[in-house]
C-alpha cells in the first residue's frame, strides 16, 4: 500500500497517506489502505449454486478501479458510501453471516482492498468461519491481486465485460481490460478450488460483443483441464441505462459524456443470445430471464439496498 500497484492501472501512489492527502492526490478507485464497506447481507440474487438455500453472504466493498458509463452500485463504486472496518470487524461481519445461515462469504469488488481482505479472511477463520469464500468481481485484476488472495478463496465469480478495446475505453475507461480479464481469469482458473463462474452483462446494441465472449469461453473455458473445479457461464441481461453521475472523490473519468445505450435488451436481442450459446456448443451454466425496469436497482442508502425478498441485512455502512 505504501506504492500501490495492485490493479492494472499501477497508479504508484501512497495509500497508507492517503488520508492526509487531497482527492487529487489519491489512486484511481479513490481509496486509503483502509477497507470500507458499504452492506452486508444474506443475499437471494445470485446464480443458484452461491444462492443455495441460505443464501450468499455478501459483503459490498467501497471503491472501484473501474469506471463502467453505467454502474448500476455507483453510490459505492463513486459516490464514496461506505465507512472503514477493521479487520476484527470485517471478521466479525463474517461470523454474522455464518450464524445467520450464510452459504458462503461473497466479497463484491474487493480488487483494489484485497490485502486488507485476505488479513480479514485469515481473521475470520482463526474465529471459526467455516465457510467457502468466493470473490466477486470486475476481472480487472493485476496478478499481484490474484497472488495475495489464492490461500484465502475458494471460488471466483469475474465478469469478462469484453474483449473488445474500444468497447472497454468507451463503456469501462480501460483499454487494457481485454487483455488483463483474459489473463487473470486464466489464473482463476489455476487457483479455484471449487470452480469458476464467469458473468457476462449483455449490452443492447452491441451483441457482437457478446460473440466475441462466448467464442472465447468455447475455447478456454470449456472442459478445461487446468481448473480443478468446473467452469461455468453465466449470461446476464439486467442491463439498466443507469444516470452515473460524476465522481465526487476520484479524478474524472472521461467518460461522463458517453451515450449508454438507452434501451432494455429487446425480445429480438434475447433470442440472438440463446442462439449464440447454442451455436458455440454453451450448454452448461445460467442464463438469466429477460430482465426490464429499474425497481431492483439497489440504493446503499437504505439498511437494506435491496428488496426484502432479495436480501436480508446483516450490517450497514450506518
Known sequence: MKKCLLCPRRCGVDREAG?????R????????????????GIHFGEEPPITGTGGSGTIFVSGCNLG???????????????????????????MALQER????????????AAPALALGIKA??????????????????GPETLDILKDFVDMYLPDLKTLDQEIATRFFNAPDYPEYAAAAILKMMEYASSGVIIRHLVIPGFLENTRQVLSWFAKNCVDNDNCHGRVLLSLMTQYTPVHVPSPMI??????????IPS??????????????LSEFKIDDGFC?????????LPDFTRPNPFSSELSIPVWHWR
Open 19 to 23: 488520508r492526509l492527502l487531497s482527492y
Open 25 to 40: 492526490k489519491l489512486g484511481y478507485c479513490g481509496e486509503t489502505a483502509e477497507l470500507r464497506l458499504a452492506f452486508a
Open 68 to 94: 463502467c458509463a453505467f454502474c448500476q452500485n455507483f453510490q459505492i463504486s463513486r459516490k464514496g458510501i461506505g465507512r472503514a472496518v477493521s479487520t476484527e470487524e470485517f471478521a466479525e461481519i463474517c
Open 101 to 112: 445461515g450464510a452459504e458462503n462469504i461473497n466479497i463484491v469488488t474487493g480488487s483494489h
Open 124 to 141: 475470520a477463520r482463526e474465529q471459526g468461519l467455516s465457510l467457502p469464500v468466493l470473490w466477486n468481481s470486475s476481472g480487472y485484476e
Open 250 to 259: 476520484r479524478p474524472a473519468i472521461g467518460n461522463a459524456e458517453i451515450k
Open 263 to 276: 434501451h432494455y435488451v429487446s425480445e429480438d436481442e434475447y433470442e440472438a443470445v440463446l442462439s449464440m
Open 288 to 296: 438469466q430471464e429477460l430482465v426490464t425496469g429499474s425497481q431492483w
